[in-house]
């Protein structure tokens, strides 16, 4: 019965996964992606225009090249499949009712400014449908808990990690009495250390469902070497940086903090490498949890998730960034104003690697959590002028929220698409 | 179109602070040529001084009440709030001396008597020395928060609070010379007039006075 179902339904099914994959591919570019970025455009290491190109780049990049780990978990971690042999339509419907409320819950939160998780939503909407539509029994729980402790460590590691990062530059930097020269001569090691952790946790987690395998030796020299390179061209750059006097009379670390602004742009190539990473698979790992069922007619195979899938999504929100994703980049980074370079950079290090690290795993971590994790962690080595712990509290909160209203939605779309074909 | 993340970053405190001490500044500046008319006995442009003080003192409240409201209890600062708080009144108090003796002398037209006048100028001239470098010392404030309260800027504002620990001394000094010579020609004045000169050297050095409190809750926010 199942298996003809499928035959006459496939490309419907197909086509619709693809529309809300992109759909929600393109909620994530157009107000997700912008608070990753909006750190870079508030401390004016970037312009609008720069954050959307390296965003775009890097976003791409980050959900091809690393991005399949935390896919396989959407599509295929959270509900346990092997119940469903008999009626794969089940796992489709409720994948794409699942997209589906997850988008919806995007767009209306990002409309009312709701401090939601893109994660937290296709997660709470994927555990809906599979309670409701395969009984309560079909949730790995055991995966689910680990998912939702890791919400729990993600801002704390990146927290953490900031605030090292930052009390590190505050020591061998701004606290000395030649700052300028200390930080041209101590950036570019930074650098070193932002590219060499991405590389290198991409080659070993990331890299192997493109196809492409390296041993540990070659993975650390390649790692080193992008990690050098990334160096050397950001020494040219702030080599190239002048001293502006008057500037400098009135804020006597202009300079440094121009010299720190070099140095943002390559953590925010990181951030938007790790946001794609691991926020594009909330889009397609459903879509590709779809496909492999179409396709195969048969459910809880083993066949990696396809390129083009990961493709998909990346254009996507490259699309939302084109789209939407530039006006809240400018609006939100004009509103960030008091957090420099030298403290944005360790934020967004911090988070970067943390999320980077995270999508090695297979964890679906949320990124707006990690950042405000990692800004907390400068705030906390004193590095910010002001923080409101009043919205911090409400950004962590939401999640209390935002899952019942994705599980919630994805329930209910996922009678409608029940009624409507089967 | 709003997002939690900008709003997670409060207003920061650093430049309000610093225009309020710099509008407090404007107004003890104003002494100088304030006293220089009342001594010349000019008071058309005493009285016009005077309003200057009476404006910037006012905007100094306003000011003072911005920060205020922008400085609730959830916010997570690097320093004490109390701490700043206690800066910003400490700052205040410089703008409402120069308000109180100004309106004190014009009020009953004081005359300072010709055998101080030159001395009692460097002793206003000196009080307005400590204000300026009170504020000195709060234009570093946001250097200090850029560096953490440590460090190379920690010394070289420790360097500008002892500068004016010095310049308050320079006024006490002053202070008890100008006392010696009233007291000397004591005989001489109205004794009313010679109680409220003794009041308008108080009002006077209290401008210091509280230039180097600024300093040194400055200090304190340092050893945090």
């Given at each position: 019965m199942a298996f003809e179902f499928l035959m006459t339904n496939g490309g419907y099914y197909l086509a619709l996964a693809a529309l809300f994959g992109i759909f929600m591919a393109w909620g994530i570019g157009a107000n997700d992606v912008a608070n990753a970025m909006a750190t870079s455009v508030g401390s004016k290491a970037l312009t609008v225009r720069q954050a959307i190109m390296v965003a775009a780049v890097f976003e791409f990049a980050g959900a091809v090249l690393a991005g399949g780990a935390v896919t396989s978990t959407i599509r295929k971690g959270i509900v346990d499949s092997s119940l469903l042999v008999d009626k794969p339509e089940v796992l489709v419907l409720g994948m794409l009712a699942a997209l589906l409320a997850a988008g919806c819950w995007l767009l209306l939160a990002s409309r009312n400014g709701w401090p939601v998780s893109t994660t937290h939503s296709i997660v709470g909407a994927i555990v809906g449908f599979a309670v409701v539509g395969m009984g309560i029994e079909s949730v790995k729980w055991d995966k689910v808990l680990t998912i939702v402790a890791s919400w729990v460590a993600s801002p704390l590691t990146a927290g953490i990690i900031a605030f090292l990062i930052y009390n590190s530059v505050q020591w061998l930097?701004?606290?000395?009495?030649?700052p300028l020269e200390r930080a041209r001569r101590y950036v570019p090691f930074y650098m070193f250390a932002a590219a060499f952790v991405m590389t290198l946790v991409t080659l070993f987690k990331g890299l192997s469902h493109v196809g492409i395998h390296v041993t540990t030796v070659e993975a650390y020299l390649l790692a080193t070497f992008f990690g050098v390179l990334i160096a050397l061209i950001g020494k040219y750059f702030i080599s190239r940086i002048k001293v502006d006097k008057k500037a400098e009379k009135k804020f006597h670390y202009y300079t440094v903090e121009k010299v720190f602004g070099i140095l943002m742009v390559v953590t925010a190539c990181g951030m938007a490498f790790a946001h794609g990473s691991n926020d594009v698979a909330n889009a397609v790992g459903p879509v590709a949890a779809v496909i492999s069922v179409v396709q195969?007619?048969?459910?809880?195979?083993?066949?990696?998730?396809?390129?083009w899938v990961l493709l998909m999504g990346g254009i996507g929100i490259v699309i939302g960034l084109a789209t939407y994703g530039r006006h809240v980049i400018a609006t939100v980074g004009s509103k960030?104003?008091?957090?420099t370079p030298s403290r944005g950079f360790a934020a967004e290090l911090a988070a970067a690697t943390t999320i980077v690290f995270a999508s090695g795993t297979g964890m679906p971590i949320s990124t707006t959590h990690t950042l405000v994790g990692a800004v907390l962690g400068v705030g906390m080595a004193?590095?910010?002028?002001?923080?409101n712990m009043d919205v911090v509290g409400r950004v962590f909160l939401s999640w209390v929220v935002t899952i019942p209203a994705g599980a919630g939605l994805a329930i209910l779309f996922f009678y409608i698409l029940k009624a409507i074909f089967m | 179109m709003t997002s939690y993340l900008s709003k997670i970053?409060?207003?920061?405190p650093v430049d309000p602070i610093q225009e309020h001490m710099d509008t407090c500044f404007q107004a003890a500046k104003k002494l100088t040529p304030f006293f220089k008319a009342v001594v010349d006995d000019d008071w058309e442009t005493a009285i016009a001084v005077r309003a200057e003080i009476v404006e910037l003192e006012s905007r100094a409240d306003d000011l003072k009440s911005q920060v205020r409201s922008n400085l609730p209890k959830n916010l997570f600062l690097p320093v004490p709030r109390e701490d700043l708080l206690e800066l910003l009144s400490y700052q205040d108090k410089i703008a409402n001396r120069a308000k109180e003796v100004s309106g004190l002398v014009l009020g009953r037209k004081m005359k300072i008597p010709p055998e101080i006048k030159v001395d009692f100028l460097a002793y206003v001239s000196r009080n307005v020395d400590a204000a300026k470098k009170a504020r000195k010392s709060i234009r570093e404030l946001d250097e200090l928060f850029e560096t953490g309260f440590r460090g190379a800027e920690a010394k070289l504002v420790e360097s500008i609070v002892a500068e004016l620990d010095q310049i308050e001394n320079d006024t006490d000094d002053m202070q008890a010379k100008l006392r010696a010579r009233i007291f000397a020609i004591e005989d001489e004045l109205k004794p009313v007039d010679v109680m409220f000169l003794y009041r308008i050297l108080e009002l006077t050095g209290d401008v210091a006075d509280r230039a180097e409190s600024v300093g040194h809750r400055l200090e304190l926010i340092l050893s945090h």
């Open positions: 930097i701004l606290s000395r009495e030649d195969t007619n048969a459910v809880g195979q083993s066949a990696g998730v396809s390129i960030i104003t008091h957090l004193r590095g910010i002028s002001a923080i | 970053f409060g207003t920061s």
